[in-house]
Each structure stands twice: as C-alpha cells, then as structure tokens.
C-alpha cells in the first residue's frame, strides 16, 4: 500500500544528507516534528522539518497524480498555521512512473495558494549517481541516466553500508524498483551480477519484503491513476466498480 512507500522515503531522508534531501529541506535539520492535524480525516503529514535557522519546511511525497494535490496542500498549510501559529514552507517531491501531471498552486475567486513541486524525473542522474550519499544514487533510478550505471552505483554503495542503514537502503531499493515496474529486473540483478544479497540471512529477508511492497506499491499508483481516468470520463464509480478495480491485479489495471 502507499503507506509503506511513504513509510520508505521517511526513512530514506532522516539518512539522507546528501544532493536532494539539501533541495528539499533547504539546510540542515535540527528536529523531526510529528504533526497529526486536527482534521476529520486524522491527517498526519509526511515529513515536518525544523531547520537550524529556525524555519519550518514541510515535505510530502507522491507516488501517483492526484487532481486535488494543491488544495491538500493548502489545507496542510492552514493546518500548520493553526497549530504552529508561523509560516511553514511546503515542497512536494513526486517520484512516479507516469509524467507529473499536478498543478503546484490551488486557486479560487478569492485566493491563491502555492508550493514547490519537485519531479525526480527531472535531476540530473550522473550528479546523484557522483554523490557520497545513497539516497541520492537510488533517487537516480527515477532519472534519464542509464540504468547500467545507476545498477553500478549502487553495488558498490550497498558493500559500504552497515547494520540497520544498509538493510534499509537494500529494502528501500527494491521498494522504488516497484513504483517503476522494475522489480523483476532488480531482483534478477540482485541474485547474479548486482552483489549476491539474497543468500544473506539479514538482508535478504528484507530484500523479499521489499519486493513484495515494491509491486504493491507499483499496483496502487496504476490503481490511483485508472480510477482518476474513470472519474474523469464516466464521473463518480458505484462502489461495485470501485470494488472490482481495487481487487484487479497489475495486468488487469493496466489493460
């Protein structure tokens, strides 16, 4: 479910020092802040960062285009400011398999709100992949650098880690070779000319469960997307369909 994914990118940037977590928090964190909104819906939001210059810098993360992003964003905003009582900055990293699709601004007659929108897509590749920082050269998958190269790097960065941050970087890995549809070629790799993970005892329990959240994960963006599609044209589903399209599996969604 999206929820592991989001669970993943938290864990990939409270490690992460490197190219993109500077872009996206704009300087050093001093303090995580868990802000659950008060809200019918129970919002808890993805990462709230409190930077060494004081400042406040909101980061959320998508998978998947939704139409209603901007005016979430904008109720996130109001949030903060209720709770907080200051200014909060608001960045929004999409790392998707389709083209970004979102507007980063949510207007009305009597307002207008905006936010950053940040498309991985977009980075450049053999910068992520030059970095000291393996989050930034996972990131790089999502980018037009080639794939040989970015399989390389991050061989050769997973050998360097150790304890708890390799097993999450090998696991976060997996988890984004699924939001690309990839999972089968990465899992290939790792068995035969990536480094042989799966035979370790502790990583390779958690390479197997990465996999499994990665094609989930990949399953529910084409889900998102299908059900925005038939929104579109048909407008609201009955809930018989909207049943039959969250039990279809990956073949079925994208036919």
Not at 58 to 84: C, I, K, P
Not at 160 to 170: I, K, P
Not at 188 to 212: F, Q, S
Not at 234 to 249: C, M, R, S
């Amino acid at each position: 479910m999206a929820q592991h994914f989001d669970v993943s990118l938290k864990t990939l940037f409270r490690y992460s020092r490197g190219v993109v977590s500077r872009l996206l928090f704009g300087g050093p964190v001093v303090e995580w802040l868990n802000v659950e909104q008060p809200d019918v819906r129970n919002v808890r939001v993805d990462m709230l960062a409190r930077l060494a210059d004081g400042s406040l810098r909101h980061v959320e993360f998508q998978t998947s285009n939704e139409t209603d992003m901007a005016r979430r964003q904008a109720e996130y905003y109001l949030g903060f400011w209720r709770l907080l009582g200051e200014h909060v900055e608001q960045v929004m990293l999409y790392v998707g398999r389709d083209p970004l699709g979102m507007d980063a601004a949510f207007e009305t007659r009597s307002m207008r709100y905006a936010y950053t929108v940040f498309d991985v897509r977009e980075f450049d590749g053999e910068e992520l992949c030059q970095s000291e920082d393996w989050v930034d050269n996972e990131l790089a998958l999502f980018t037009k650098v080639d794939r040989e190269r970015v399989f390389r790097v991050v061989s050769k960065r997973l050998l360097e880690l150790r304890g708890d941050e390799q097993t999450e970087a090998v696991r976060c890995f997996v988890i984004l070779s699924g939001i690309l549809g990839i999972e089968e070629e990465v899992e290939r790799r790792l068995r035969t000319d990536m480094i042989n993970l799966l035979d370790n005892k502790i990583l390779g329990p958690a390479i197997l469960k990465g996999l499994e959240q990665g094609r989930e994960e990949g399953r529910q963006a084409l889900l998102t997307a299908v059900k925005s599609l038939t929104r579109k044209r048909f407008g609201n589903l009955p809930n018989w369909a909207v049943a039959k399209l969250e039990a279809a599996n990956m073949a079925q969604l994208e036919a």
